[in-house]
Nanobody
């Protein structure tokens, strides 16, 4: 099992920045990919960004490209999401997600609230 703990959410004005952190513990040697999803009120959970643990390659949903940056610290088993130029549409609960090579193959954090005021 892998446990994920997010931190860094909060309230920010439009145009501002926040940095989310996700610390993994447990069977972290089995991790091969980590990422962030978000869920706004009344909407389905959606993909935001992912990073491959081995080579650091990254993937983003179109709406955050150029504004958000995902990065990793392999020693600390931590993934970060730097969010700049934030918009009210970024308001959501942000969930950290991790994929492992052993079952259960997908793990989720408890979520952290991000609110962007206009």
């Amino acid at each position: 099992q892998v446990q994920l703990v997010e931190s860094g959410g909060g309230l920010v004005q439009a145009g501002g920045s926040l940095r989310l952190s996700c610390a993994a513990s447990g069977r972290t040697l089995r991790l091969y990919r980590m990422g962030w999803f978000r869920q706004a009120p009344g909407k389905e959970r959606e993909f935001v960004a992912r990073i491959n643990i081995s080579d650091g390659s990254t993937y983003y949903t179109d709406s955050v490209k150029g504004r958000f940056t995902i990065s990793r610290d392999n020693v600390a088993s931590t993934v970060y999401l730097q969010m700049n130029s934030m918009e009210p549409e970024d308001t959501a609960v942000y969930f950290c997600e991790a994929d492992t090579t052993l079952a259960p193959f997908r793990h989720w954090g408890q979520g952290t609230q991000v609110t962007v005021s206009s």
